[in-house]
């Protein structure tokens, strides 16, 4: 494989200790924290030109993406997703200038697809024929479908009981071998990585760099749909804590490379039920202290011990920015009201950034001028059980003219024209 050139190399976030990308290694193999990747050079000419004449999509960016130029990638067409000025909600909630990132518009309906397009690539390009993740559910759904795509074999460990109704369907759909274990995310998380350590199976966790090289294209989006005004605050839902990571390095990555001036805060929002990471900036600690029982209506974030924590950190402090916390009342109402007041229909875990987004304006952390997104995480249909449990059901009535005329009548919405 002497011909292969990566153009990156690992590097270890605590120790700093290299390792070449050859090699399946999720951790450090000297002192066990994560990796990073890293780019042998960032000096890449006129990458916007090129990145100009592509499509948006997580693949624009593939000079600054860890795969060969000789590998094909495994694709359903990812990213690319909405930007969405909303401008009623901005209203509402007192800011002038605010977007929505729907990354519910990826192919499988959550920002997963961005990491795993990546991540399977990678582990095609590595020879695994396994790849296997723990999941609270869209992790799973997306590993299995791309998983499908490349024509390999997914297992998937979730907590039994705990994953929304339309992520499940999914692994089983895309012929996942799907076991449910009697515990919590974070139990799966410690079986499936010791799996991954023993047999030849390829672990997409985010505890993999390679995911989170996919998921910083949203920020290289951002930018360029933005362009050439770059966000001043990016909120992001924050479980496992690798999202809000990845985006800040694409942040850091557009930097380097000259191609924005200055880096937006990142500014977390956690549910209250599962909040360290919160807690740990709320009170200036330099290390989380996880929740053993981790709840919340927000099934996505509820994570009590984010394998992410350190680089979310770094990523918050660095940037300026912080991490909120909402209630479940606070998230469901924020579903509620992005999906009517801008047609925008997300799943708890999502809307958790608008929920997070109103204390941010409420506190003065963000101000009514600053430029503001919001990053919603999955697609709303991944949850229909919330919205049955949560909304009023809609009327029945017989099938006459009449008591359809009475039953929009009486309508709280008093809908007909006067
Ligand atoms: C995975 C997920 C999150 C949490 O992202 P992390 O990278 O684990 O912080 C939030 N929302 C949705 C919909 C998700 O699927
Ligand atoms: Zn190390």
């Not at 956690?270 to 360290?276: D, S």
Request: hydrophobic share 40%.
């Amino acid at each position: 494989m002497g011909e292969r050139r990566f153009n990156h190399i690992l590097r270890c976030i605590n120790c700093g200790r290299t390792f070449d990308p050859e090699e399946v290694l999720y951790t450090c193999s000297h002192c066990g924290d994560l990796l990073t990747v890293e780019y042998r050079e960032l000096d890449l000419g006129d990458i916007d030109e090129r990145w100009r004449g592509r499509p948006i999509s997580v693949w624009r960016y593939r000079e600054i993406l860890p795969i060969l130029d000789s590998t094909k990638p495994v694709t359903l067409s990812e990213g690319g997703t909405g930007l969405h000025a909303c401008d009623r909600l901005g209203k509402l909630v007192g800011l002038k200038e605010l977007y929505v990132k729907n990354e519910g518009e990826n192919p499988t309906g959550s920002f997963k697809d961005r990491g795993m397009t990546v991540g399977v690539t990678k582990a095609v390009e590595l020879g695994m024929r396994y790849v296997a993740c723990a999941s609270t559910g869209n992790t799973a759904a997306s590993l299995s479908a791309y998983a499908a795509r490349a024509g390999i074999r997914c297992i998937i460990l979730i907590p039994a009981g705990k994953v929304a109704l339309g992520k499940l369907v999914q692994s089983v759909a895309h012929g996942a071998k799907v076991i449910q274990i009697r515990g919590n995310f974070d139990q799966a998380l410690k079986i499936v990585r010791e799996l991954c350590s023993k047999e030849k199976i390829y672990l997409l966790n985010s505890v993999n760099p390679y995911r989170l090289e996919g998921q910083k294209t949203l920020a290289f989006e951002l930018r360029d749909q933005l362009y050439p005004n770059p966000p001043e605050n990016v909120v992001v839902p924050v479980g496992n804590a690798g999202n809000i990571s990845a985006i800040w390095k694409g942040f850091c990555e557009l930097k380097a490379l000259g191609l924005i001036e200055e880096t937006p805060r990142m500014l977390g929002v956690q549910a209250k039920g599962a909040a360290p990471i919160a807690h740990a900036v709320k009170e200036g600690l330099d290390e989380i202290e996880p929740v053993a029982k981790p709840e919340t209506v927000a099934t996505a974030i509820r994570i009590g011990a984010p394998v992410n924590w350190k680089k979310a950190l770094r990523a918050v402090r660095d940037s300026g920015g912080t991490v909120e916390v909402v209630s479940d009342e606070e998230i469901l109402e924020a579903q509620r009201l992005l999906a009517r007041s801008e047609g925008i229909f997300v799943e708890p875990a999502s809307a958790s950034s608008i929920a997070g987004l109103k204390k941010f304006v409420a506190s003065g952390i963000v101000k009514r001028d600053e430029r503001t997104v919001c990053v919603t995480t999955g697609h709303g249909l991944k949850d229909p059980q919330v919205i049955l449990d949560n909304f009023p059901s809609p009327t029945v009535v017989d099938a006459t003219f009449e008591s359809v005329r009475e039953a929009i009548e009486s309508s709280y919405m008093a809908i007909l024209p006067a």
